[in-house]
């Protein structure tokens, strides 16, 4: 059974940074893995991308803040979100694509506030 978890939400000052961590379990292989957000009221918007053969791609909003890495061998993913604003304060669930199939975790919650 596949499983993801994210960690390290958290309330963070605009400005500052949090590191967001996606681990998973019960995988084969993977795709490609995405983190995406989703604010109040908001439908879910996707943030990041990093793919098998280390393509990324970024939100116009957090391009050159957000950084989208990947540990294989553990079987985790990370999103460095720098120079946080408000704007960024949201739901981040990670989701991976595994042959056919898509797997998403519960989220994680990070709010950009002073």
């Known amino acids: 059974q596949v499983q993801l978890v994210e960690s390290g939400g958290g309330l963070a000052q605009p400005g500052g940074s949090l590191r967001l961590s996606c681990v998973a379990s019960?995988?084969?292989?993977?795709?490609i893995v995405w983190w995406y957000r989703q604010a109040p009221g908001k439908q879910h918007e996707m943030v990041a991308?990093?793919?098998?053969?280390?393509?990324?791609e970024y939100a116009a909003s957090v391009k050159g803040r957000f950084t989208i890495s990947g540990a294989n061998a553990k079987n985790t993913w990370y999103l460095q979100m720098n120079n946080l604003r408000p704007e960024d304060t949201a739901v981040y669930y990670c989701?991976?694509?595994?042959?056919?199939?898509?797997?998403w975790g519960q989220g994680t919650q990070v709010t950009v506030s002073s």
């Open positions: 989701k991976l694509l595994q042959g056919t199939e898509d797997y």
């Open positions: 991308s990093l793919s098998r053969i280390d393509t990324t």
């Open positions: 019960g995988i084969s292989g993977w795709n």
